[in-house]
């Protein structure tokens, strides 16, 4: 395992390279962000926000959206994949939002995690965005990056998720979060990391045992 002193150079590199990142998913509103990170459930931030441009301009509220029925939500999103469940997820969440919080999307973690489809990761992206509040939302480029960095050691999302907690100073785990998907997505991918590219290579185990069996 590595040392908290080179977990806190690996951090400090982040911040250095990355900075502040935005959502790449396009939203106006925070129910028009509970969609689009539903929908992006094994789907690409790309195809996500190519179907939502279709759809939210006519269907971006809650009441609007039910007026789609299944079979017509469906149609709209099926090029994201699991669209099934999802329209089935989204429609009962419209429902949900509309019976009992005025159409409105909830504040706090507590009340999002009762939504239809709306698990601990769509939450704490939630709240980090839409809210403000510190919160590290574990997606499987997080799950990867921070395991192989050893920044957090987990077979769970939930552990690496505390894991990062507690190496990871709280005004930065919303940035955190953008930074370890955005490398995720873009150098340590998961088939073929680029590690001859990376920046955090002389820090990483991963890339130190690649390096020698190469």
């Known amino acids: 395992m590595i040392t908290k002193a080179v977990k806190q150079q690996i951090l400090q590199r982040f ?3 990355y900075g502040i990142l935005k959502p790449a998913l396009h939203y106006t509103t925070p129910f028009e962000l509970l969609v689009a990170v539903v929908l992006s459930a094994q789907c690409t931030d790309e195809r996500v926000n190519s179907v939502t441009a279709g759809l939210f301009p006519k269907y971006g509220t809650p009441e609007r959206m039910l007026t789609l029925g299944l079979t017509g939500l ?13 329209a089935k997820n989204i429609l009962a969440t419209c ?4 019976e009992k919080y005025q159409g409105c999307v909830p504040r706090t973690f507590e ?3 009762t939504l239809p ?3 601990r990761k769509t939450a704490n992206v939630l709240i980090s965005i839409l809210f403000q509040t510190p919160a590290i939302a574990v997606d499987t480029h997080v799950f990867r990056v921070s395991n192989r960095l050893q920044l957090a050691v987990g077979t769970t999302p939930l552990a690496v998720e505390k894991g990062l907690q507690k190496v990871i100073p709280e005004p930065w ?3 955190a979060h953008h930074w370890l998907i955005w490398h995720g997505r873009k150098v340590c991918k998961a088939r073929k990391p680029l590690c001859d590219q990376c920046f955090l290579a002389d ?9 020698t069996k190469a």
Not at 74 to 86: F, M
Not at 95 to 98: F, Q
């Open 95 to 98: 429902a949900v939002l509309c």
């Open 74 to 86: 469906e149609e709209k999103i099926h090029t994201c994949g699991l669209y099934h469940n999802k």
């Open 111 to 113: 009340e999002l995690v």
């Open 203 to 211: 820090l990483c185990p991963f890339a130190g045992a690649t390096h």
């Open 15 to 17: 911040q250095d390279r």
């Open 117 to 119: 489809g709306v698990g």
């Open 173 to 175: 785990w919303s940035r």
